[in-house]
């Protein structure tokens, strides 16, 4: 959901401090869950903030374009691709999925639509996190602190509610948020379809398009779903074999009508 994300991040970073105060004087209980979201706040507020929701925002991504259009209460995500079939055309909105090819709209079957609608949304989500860690349906709390070549993060879990979670409701993540700045550069989550497994994914390439943090990700391989309480430890270890590379192209973000783009 939308949020006025300067005055809550300023609010919420004041509450962390006192959280954190309170915690050395032992004068307070710490609430896990509020400290979680405000660190989750004070990411989105470095990745991006409101130009997630005041922007049309356009990326690469395997040979197709994706479009995200979000204001506080509606969403349009479409993707664009050529095959042997022809122009394919995909968009799923408030309303549902719908695809056109050649510019005529196709009767899906029920599994077809679901699918298909499940792939472009998890290529938007991937692409533009954090921000989608505000969903009603997303769970947080702060599981610890690590230490990653060097720098300090912050781990923070992140699970999902049966309605409103989506089909894979009962995948886990984690994230790990810089201390410094908020920026998020590990992600790891387990998944359970397909006999199930986890991943491991490395920020690199950060840059920013008209104030957005785009990021591509080394995607390491792990075992089954029950690990992530050593993933971690697995890939400081080189235990992690890389499964693939996520790398987003031709970027743009248009903002109050002003286009800004990298191409590269």
Known sequence: MKKHYFILICLGLFAFSCSENSDKDGSAEVDNRSRSQ??????????????YYNSEIDFGFRNRMYKVQRSANTFAYSSQF????GNHFRELTNDGFTERINNEQVDLSAKDSMAFAESLNSVVYFALLPSFLHDDAVNSSLEGED??????????KVTFDEEGGGDDFEDIYLYWFDKSDFSMDYLAYSFHVNDGGSRFR??????????????????????GPDSLDHILNMYKSGQLPILSHIELNRLS?????VLVTDLN
Do not use: C, M
């Open 38 to 51: 405000v660190i989750i706040d004070s990411a989105i507020a470095f990745h991006g903030g409101e130009k």
């Open 82 to 85: 050529v095959d042997s079939l």
């Open 147 to 156: 230490e990653i070549d060097g720098k300090e993060y912050y781990r923070i």
């Open 202 to 223: 490395v920020a690199t390439n950060s840059r920013r398009v008209n104030g957005v943090l785009f990021q591509d990700y080394q995607n390491l391989k792990g075992p």
């Open 253 to 257: 973000v248009v903002e109050n009508r």
